[in-house]
């Protein structure tokens, strides 16, 4: 018999009072106060430093395409067929020598800032403020941290990537990750995203204490080197602005501290591949000063 001469109830396998498309609240009750969220947004962690974590790890970071900007066919197979296949085993005996009871130090950091913050934003703050913790790689999810301040009723939710200088690498996947995940749900709550704070006085100030308290400790040395994380150069030249934002926090924070322009200087790190990336290399930096 052909399918639609079946009753329509021998069709339908739930009810429709059931069926949702968008993740609902079915247990919500009206007139619950409404609270504040802030999803606090890190890189993100392995969850342990063995080989197999650290190739799931890797696999989710690298195979964003807001990370590694080329063709997807061509870096599937550098991915899975050269990276994946080489540096778990490589780096994770790395991860093994600073890994602490509870996670990756980036993990545990980060769950003590987002306590503290949340400790704080409630001191000034009147009404309930909830901080999540998600990781744009890993766990905590950015799914995770969002279903969390939903169940604690936040209908408003600040965005705060820890990345203080915005990149189409980090900031912008935070965001494309965050709304790709309100698009599933019913009830989008407001939202409002910190882009970067590159400049902001309090983050120059906290940048200016850490470097006054060091040299308390240890003594000021001739040159203040301030090394970014890189990204390839084809990203400036494609309009990213991350490194115009590296300089400019480099110069307040020396102008903060009364450093001359040539007490100072701005490198960026960690290169991964052969294309040229932001210059100058912090270790052919640190080579030439040896």
């Known amino acids: 018999m052909p399918f639609g001469h079946f009753p329509l109830a021998n069709r339908v396998t739930a009810p429709l009072s059931q069926y949702s498309y968008y993740v609902s609240e079915p247990d919500y009750a009206h007139g619950s106060p409404e609270a504040t969220g802030v999803l606090l947004i890190n890189l993100g962690t392995p969850d342990a430093p063995t080989p197999r974590a650290l ?22 197979l550098i991915l899975h067929g050269i990276v994946l296949r080489t540096r778990p085993r490589r780096v994770a005996q790395s991860y093994a020598g600073i890994w602490e009871e509870g996670g990756s130090p980036l993990l545990n950091i980060s769950r003590r800032q987002a306590a503290q913050l949340e400790a704080r934003i409630n001191e000034r703050t009147p009404g309930p403020v909830h901080v999540a913790l998600g990781m744009s790689y890993g766990r905590p999810s950015i ?148």
């Open 55 to 76: 190739r799931r790890y890797l696999a989710q970071f690298l195979g964003d395409p807001r990370v590694i900007e080329l063709p997807r066919w061509l870096w599937r």
């Open 143 to 290: 799914p995770d941290a969002l279903a969390e301040l939903r169940d604690k009723g936040a209908r408003r939710i600040v965005l705060l990537p820890m990345y203080p200088q915005y990149s189409g690498s980090t900031s912008a996947s935070v965001f494309e990750a965050t709304t790709q995940e309100l698009n599933r749900w019913r009830w989008i709550p407001e939202l409002r995203w910190i882009q970067h704070y590159a400049d902001d006085p309090g983050y120059i100030d906290a940048l200016a204490r850490s470097v006054e308290d060091y040299r308390g400790e240890n003594g000021g040395g001739d040159l203040l080197l301030m090394s970014f994380h890189g990204v390839p150069r084809r990203y400036l030249l494609n309009g990213d602005p991350y490194h115009c934002l590296c300089q400019k926090t480099g110069r307040l924070l020396a102008e903060r501290l009364g450093l001359g322009a040539d007490e100072y200087r701005v490198t960026f790190q960690s290169r991964f591949g052969r294309e040229p990336w932001l210059q100058p290399y912090t270790d052919e930096t640190v080579q030439s000063l040896g």
